[in-house]
């Protein structure tokens, strides 16, 4: 939000890691539409784009941009994708929600093939 405030307009960078490994269960387009649902009131503020798995930024000379980091809340910075992970019963800990719900029947039968990545209850 400090960003909407700050610009008036925001591009969000999503790291395509999909397939990457355990701790990556979720498409693009899946996280894509959470992040649209979550800032549904701000629709015409800010896009969504894909990112390659990328670990650092790095540049040389002055390029006519700013990268700035802003704070967040303690409850933000305090968000851990392992906790959440665990809770949304991925990687085997069960919590009785099926993340897998709302998903075509192929895909969550690709999706159940991956070894030790996303458990299907039915």
């Given at each position: ?9 925001v ?12 701790k ?38 002055d ?43 192929s ?16």
């Amino acid at each position: 939000m400090q960003s909407l405030e700050m610009e008036g307009y925001v591009v969000i960078g999503v790291r395509e890691t999909y397939g990457l490994g355990d701790k990556n269960p979720f498409t693009f387009a899946e996280v894509k539409s959470r992040i649209e649902e979550s800032l549904s009131a701000f629709v015409g503020s800010f896009e969504i784009r894909r990112l390659p798995d990328i670990t650092n930024i790095v540049y040389g000379r002055d390029v006519g941009y700013r990268i700035t980091r802003v704070d967040l809340e303690p409850e933000i910075e305090g968000i851990s994708a392992t906790q959440i992970r665990s809770t949304l019963n991925v990687g085997g800990k069960a919590s009785g929600l099926d993340i897998m719900a709302g998903l075509s029947p192929s895909e969550t039968s690709r999706r159940s093939e991956q070894n030790g990545t996303i458990h299907s209850h039915t």
